[in-house]
Every structure is written in structure tokens, then in C-alpha cells.
């Protein structure tokens, strides 16, 4: 298993770098050098994998280096795809720096244009400290491991040439209209030639379709091609029936396939209209949890077994969402929600981060480079419906609304075909709520206030819909509270017991789901997640204890209350989708199109 759920190539050989690694951590008192390795203390670190896990290591807030070695059979071009480094990385090959960088939650590549034949050494220095450099990875309420967090691949190129991303953006200006309806897409490639000119073609095969770039000279760098295709008859992609096709990218050079590119793409549009968000042109419903990736036993390296058991139990409570919060996500993970119909509120990196941590020197860089990589990485998931930024940063501040307002329009430049959105709990106070498509709103109103949800919620509307708010779609992107597992006490129903949290539950799901003013609704939260000690004096056992499961996936008492209402939901909103759509009663997962 690699950085997906399926072959993303078949004529680049790509070779998985997971399994054990040598650890060089330093020892007590000493600085680390990548290149001069001894006296530090050794351990094995299984990769994907997080440091914590290590005996010795489970507070370990350094530098590290981690060391892979690996034989070549004969020179070529090759990359280096590394899908998580948590969360600064300087990446060494035999000794040279040959990349870096910054942030766990987004994959980056190092290209090595002159790969030898023979065996090599692959270092990588990585550091999770809070330091001076870090505007994003800071002291939170999640935790910020160390290691090598998501899958490594060495990939053989071929040739001198590689697809890098080919971005498929669906369209269709009457998307309700089932056999009738006209779907088309945008499609743009980017190539890469580490070599000198070379004449090249490409063409890139959908649904039957096939969009052929005619023979070109691609010279050294990136060569971006643009052209649209169209489609006679597809079925769209909708969370009841989530129809995936395969897109198949082929880079030709002298009548020969020089790479390839596989992914996955689905039909579908998602726009809003008033305060409506609309999934292929019908009003829609999101609900479903906030997910941290984050378990006892891996940390937030989660193996795609932990993966998939996410998805399992989401999909045994009902859930048609999920946001990412509060980071972009690991793309099995979203290659998951696009097969099953799970829409994602996917998320930049960042929480909770005031007006002097967003003045911090690195902040836009990071925060320019987050959005970036998650939107370059993850355009073509259909399951992704909405991209959004900063959690609860200082959206109230006029200094604040300039980076919400420079992010929206990173976000925009790089792909219109998708709303966007962020979390606020600012409420009354809030300045960017013209900024957004889509408002979230955070609310503990029986957590960490205690007042009756309904009572609440009515006053909080009145106070949203003074502001632009008021003309746009609301999601209740957060609310519930901490439940302890195993702490039961059915008479009294103190809070941190799983009594009262299955209480607030049920109080805030039977408000915010079938609210006419709402288009979402996110419990905070799916798991239990490890935070940092600094926040530990409200976070009993250093945990964030608002998941429906603790952090082995135990299910806690809210566990059923909030499949009731899930399973509800889906019955109430699939019927009526069924109806509209004349979807199959039960949705299949449909067998790839014959490729043409
Ligand atoms: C905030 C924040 C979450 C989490 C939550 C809580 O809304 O967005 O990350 O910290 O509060 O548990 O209080």
C-alpha cells in the first residue's frame, strides 16, 4: 500500500519505502548532525510511523534523524514522494541536502534527476519542536508528533519527463437533470522535464473520453496544458451514490508511453445559492463529525487498517461528512470518503491562533505553502465540497481579516469550483463573515456555557443573520462535550461522564439537524485525541475527550444516540434525494468503466 487506495502507475515503477527505519535521536545535552551520526542514541522506527510510539519517546519534542538505505538496479530519473513528515524535514541523499519542508499535514516530492545505480543513502532530519520557525505547529489542542507520518515512495521514472497533476474539474450547468443532463470538465496538466527539450504528447482518457495535447517540445521545468472534454452520458457522483471513474493520463515520447498518471475523478458540482448549499444543483445536507488524525497506537501516522476502521465506524453511525480538522488529511483516508460518499470539509492547517501568532514572521509563507500543496494534492477528490482555512484564528481583528481575506483568494485563484469557508466562534464579533461562501459557526452552548441548545441557538441566529452572514449558508461546525470512557454515572450525570456528553448530544442534534436555517452539522468531536500538556489543566488525561470514541475506537454512550439521528438523517434526506434522482435503492460500488 502506497500513498493510495489504488495504482496511481503503472509505467512508473514505484517502490514503497515503509518498514523499519534506523532513529538517530541525540543524546542528553548533545546537537544532532545528519551527516555525523554517531553518539546518538539508536532506536527502529517503522514507518509510517510516529516517534511517540517508541519506548523512551512518548514525550520526545527534538530533532531526529531517520535513516533508510536502498539499492538502485540501473541509473534513471527518480522522485521521492514523502505524503507526511511531522513536521520539519531536510531530506539528505548519500550525503547531499537534496530537499525541505515544513508541515505534517501536506505531502511535497524531491526530484533526483541523476539517481545512480547502487546503493544509496536516505536521510531525513526531522524536527517537531515548537521553535522560532514554526508559525502553525505550535502548543495546541492536538498534538504535534515527530516522524515520518504518512507513506514514503521512491519512484523510477522512465524518462526525463513526469506527470505531476492533472486537475479535472467537473461541470454542468444543469446538474439535476439526470440523463439529460451536460456535463463537461476543465483539465489541466503539469509536466515535469528534468532533462534537456524532449518532443512529447499527451493525452488524458475519462469516461470514455479522451483528450489528446498534441506532439510539442517540452522544454526544462514545468509545462502547464490546458483543454476541456465532454461527456455524453455519466452518473454522477452524490454521498448516496458515490460513482467514481478512472482518469488516465499517458505522457508519449518517441510512440512510446514515457508515464503515466492514474487517479480517480467523480461528476459532480457543489455551489451555493442563498442560503442553500447545492450538491449537483439540490439543496444539501452535511452531517457528521470534526476527525483529528490521531489513535493510541499510532499517534496521527494512521495505517490505512486505521484508516479504513475510521470509515467503518463513520459509516456505522450514518455520517455523510467529515471535516478535516484541523489540517488537510492523509489522501487514503480521503480516496475513503469519495468511495463511500463521505463529503469533506477539508481544512488548511491552522487553529486557534491569535493576532500575534498570525503577525509571526513564517505565518503567510505556511500558511500560502498549506494551501498550495492540499489544493495541488487533493483538486480531484469529489468528496471534497468545501475548502476551508484558519479555524477560530482572529477573524475579529482588522489585522486578522487581511490573512482570511488573502487566503480566500489564494483558494480562489486556484480553484473556483468549490466553495469555501471557516469555523468561527467570534459570533457577534466576527469581521470576515462577508469573506467566506459558506459560514461555520463553533458553539459549546451546553459545554462550556449551560444554556438550553434551543433557547441559544435562536439568540445566536438572530445575532449571524445581522451580519453577511445572514445571506449565506450556516454549518454549526462544532459543538458537543467531554466524555470520559468508562466514566458512567446514570443518576447524577456529571459532566465529563459519558451520561451527560450523550446528554449534550442529544440536546445539540435534535436542534442543529433539522434546523431549516442550517446546512451542516460537525460534532466535536469522532475521536479522543492526545494534546499538548500545556493545555492539559481543562483537557483531563491530556486528552481532547469529546469523541463519540476514545482514541482506541471504544464507542462511548453518545456512540448510539448519535447513530439514531445519523441513520434518521439518511433515511429523511436519502428518500427525498432518491426521489429527485431516481438513485438505486441501495447505492453499489460501481465497477470501473470499461476504459476505452
Ligand atoms: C474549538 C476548536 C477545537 C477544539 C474545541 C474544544 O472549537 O476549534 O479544535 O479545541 O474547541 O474541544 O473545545
Redesign the pocket.
Known sequence: MSGRVFIEHQVRTVESLEGLWDLFVPAKGSTLNPLRLAGARHFLLPVPGVWETLIGLENYRGQAVARRRFSTPSSSYARLVFRGVSHTARVYLDGCLVGQHHNAFTPFAVDLPALKAGSHELLVHISNEHGALSALHVPN?YYNYGGLNRPVELQYLRGSSYIRFVHFTPECPNPAAGREARWSAGVQAEIVNLGPAVRTALDVKVAGATLAFPQRTLRPGVTVLSGRMAFARVTPWDWLNPRLYSLTAHLMQDGAIADDLIDRVGFRTVKTAGRKILLNGRPTFLFGFNRHEDTALHGCAQTFDVIHHDIALMRDLGVNAVRT??YPNDQRFLDLCDEHGIMVWEESHA??LDDARMAHPCFRDQCRQCIAEMIGWHHNHPSIVLWGIL??CASHTPAGRKHYAEQFRQIRSLDRSRPTTF?S?RHGKDLCQDLPDVCGW?W?HNWYAQIPVADANRDALRVLDATPAGRKPIIAS?FGGEGLYGFRDPNRRAKWSEDRQADILDECLSVYLDHPRFSGAFI?QFGDVRVDESIATTRARCM?N?GVVDEYRRPKLGYEIVKRYFHAMRRQLGGTLRQQTRIPARATRVAEPPET
Request: charged share 35%; hydrophobic share 20%; proline share 0%.
Open positions: 489542542d480538522s484541523h487553529r486557534g479555524n477560530e469555523a466562534f463553533n459549546y462544532e466535536w481532547n469529546k
